[in-house]
């Protein structure tokens, strides 16, 4: 039931000596995909010690190249380690043109694995779905087409409690029954219901990202809940116009949304290199949207289980 | 009169959370020039506070992705930065069709700056000519065309040694005349031999780049005598075959090609990941060639003045 945010990148444009440009890498019940690949993200995932082998789906949110310049890198780099396994792009559909160009930086081709692409369409989409969680896409306002996601666990059976197994001699059968919510009515007229041997599912949890986009309050239906939302954070206040005119968010706008959305834990990140301090990001969030935390390079985020579901 | 050669990464194939791609950045009379630019090159040069927009002049010996990946992020980061300055750029022709594609990760067309693109060509020639160095380039035996290059300091005028020019009081126009080499025969007769007044310059330097490369004795013609040898020494001696059969070079074959080339000092680096202890390829190296370094990222080499030339 492991569900962490890894932060691998927090510069936004272009990088510095301490800031590589926007990377997450997300391990869901022990299955990874990783959001955005700037450059540089195969060194992060060296760095941190990510199995990164077993990351088969990569969602790119556009093609500014501080969000996708590492994926030639990364490409390259599971061709040399003989990768054989499928590996699925969910990105702007320039980007298919781009690696199936003939003079694509990458020969994808040529490489010993195949990648499925799958680009991103307009209005709100199920992008990806695996066996306990999917990814949702939804457009952003920026200056070139951009996308956000939202990873949600899938909603889990409730669990049957053990103590009644033994008190009524649950079979198999049985278990799967009371799991699916369906009340036991045995042969000898015996009657179990669902409710008494069960305690109800945690809540499912989820994770958006939101990089890069103007403050863009129609987000908000697409993320309302969530757990932890990343939302990109370039500027602060006073250059508030400057956030506008570049398409991006200022500090307080991006703890605004998470507001609005009624999300639990804000992180920010992708700053501007002109701030030499960053705590004044972390301030100025605050003031509006309590739970908010500063990112950096490797900051690692569990998602925390929630609380028991009332309406089971 | 500085000459310096600062190496940004020193991996071979994919970088690692120590090294980074190969790229090495030189100094030359306050000049920049860079030599290959591996994914995270930009990085380095941040991390090292390399005024990396003053560089002009970016070399690419062959298109291997840890060769050149990072020149993507570098070209955007020039524009994010209003480069208006031109950029040449010497490479293999492929890397042309690569950026000036419709299809290419950077938009070249719609760059704030000019760049120049020089294919390198077969046999030895000059590539690039500034006023105090050249840099020639060179074929080398590699799994895809790949080119090595010499960097060159001019031969420099005698120096007019100070103490003559007040003995004589030598006058603008007669330094001049003794820095090229000519007598000085004043109207009252009096001759002045240049000789006498000047010491001679110190001998030209020179720095020579050699990856990637299978063992590749005809190398040594175009770098004999050079002051600083950079070859590639992926494998160890005991993996002679595997570096034959991969089209790379091992730390002896490096050092044999510096005692052939009677170079002044051998660096080696583009160590493959399987070696975790680098000292054997300098104990290997060093057998053969005693003046050998071994190169980490971030390394920085001065190459320092000859001894004075003694044929003037």
């Given at each position: 039931v492991n569900f962490t945010v890894r932060i691998l990148g927090t510069s936004s444009a272009h990088p510095n000596a301490n800031r590589f440009p926007t990377?997450?890498?997300l391990n869901i019940y022990g299955k990874y995909i990783l959001i955005d690949c700037g450059e540089g993200t195969q060194i992060q995932l060296r760095k941190f010690?990510?199995?990164f082998g077993h990351i088969n789906h990569i969602f790119i949110s556009h093609l500014h190249g501080d969000h996708f310049f590492g994926l030639f890198g990364l490409l390259s780099t599971y061709e040399l380690l003989h990768r054989g396994s499928d590996l699925h792009l969910y990105a702007p559909v320039q980007l298919r043109d781009m690696l199936f160009s003939p003079q694509s930086p990458v020969k994808v081709k040529e490489?010993?694995?195949?990648?499925?692409f799958h680009p991103l369409r307009k209005g709100h989409n199920l992008v990806m779905e695996d066996k306990n969680f999917f990814v949702e896409s939804f457009e952003l306002d920026h200056r070139i087409p951009t996308w956000g996601f939202i990873v949600k666990e899938k909603k889990r059976k409730p669990n049957v409690i053990k103590s009644k197994i033994e008190e009524y001699s649950l079979g198999i059968e049985e278990i799967l029954a009371v799991k699916r919510g369906e009340d036991i009515i045995r042969d000898n007229g015996q009657v179990i219901k669902a409710k008494e041997v069960t305690?109800?599912?945690?809540?499912?949890r989820s994770y958006s990202f939101v990089s890069d986009t103007r403050?863009?309050?129609p987000v908000v239906e697409h993320?309302?809940?969530t757990d932890l939302l990343y939302h990109e954070s370039t500027f602060i206040k006073k250059?508030?116009?400057l956030a506008a005119q570049t398409y991006h968010s200022t500090a307080e706008q991006a703890a605004m949304i998470a507001k609005q959305a009624g999300a639990k834990q804000l992180v920010i990140g992708h700053f501007s290199a002109r701030?030499?301090?960053t705590s004044v990001f972390l301030d100025e969030a605050g003031k509006v949207f309590k739970n908010t935390v500063l990112a950096y390079d490797g900051l690692k985020l569990e998602i925390p289980l929630r609380k028991i579901s009332s309406e089971e």
């Open positions: 990377s997450h890498i010690k990510i199995p490489l010993p694995y195949k990648i499925w305690t109800p599912a945690p809540e499912p403050f863009f309050p993320i309302k809940g250059d508030e116009d701030y030499k301090d």
